[in-house]
Nanobody
Framework: QVQLVESGGRLVQAGGSLRLSCAAS????????MAWFRQAPGKEREFVAA????????YYTDSVKGRFTISRDSAKNTVYLQMNSLKPEDTAVYYC???????????????WGQGTQVTVSS
């Protein structure tokens, strides 16, 4: 079993930056790919970014490329999402996920955190 705890979400003005953290604990958690998803009110959960378990491969949805960066610290078993140039449309609950799906951009992860709210004001 893997436990994921997100932190770092808050209210920020458009153009600002935030860094989300997701601390993983549990058996073999360091061997899993990890990802960030988000869900805005009335919308489906969508992929944001993913990083392979080695950290060598990263993936981003088009709307955040060039603004968001995903990274992982294996020693701390933590994954980060650095979000710059935030826009009101980035407002959502952000979820951390861990697992070993064949495609890292899908929702087929085994473990999910509880989410952290990010609100971007215009």
């Amino acid at each position: 079993q893997v436990q994921l705890v997100e932190s770092g979400g808050r209210l920020v003005q458009a153009g600002g930056s935030l860094r989300l953290s997701c601390a993983a604990s549990g058996r073999a958690s360091s061997r899993y790919a990890m990802a960030w998803f988000r869900q805005a009110p009335g919308k489906e959960r969508e992929f944001v970014a993913a990083v392979s378990w080695t950290g060598s491969r990263t993936y981003y949805t088009d709307s955040v490329k060039g603004r968001f960066t995903i990274s992982r610290d294996s020693a701390k078993n933590t994954v980060y999402l650095q979000m710059n140039s935030l826009k009101p449309e980035d407002t959502a609950v952000y979820y951390c996920a861990a697992g070993d799906p064949k495609e890292l951009t899908t929702t087929l992860y085994d473990y999910w955190g509880q989410g952290t709210q990010v609100t971007v004001s215009s």
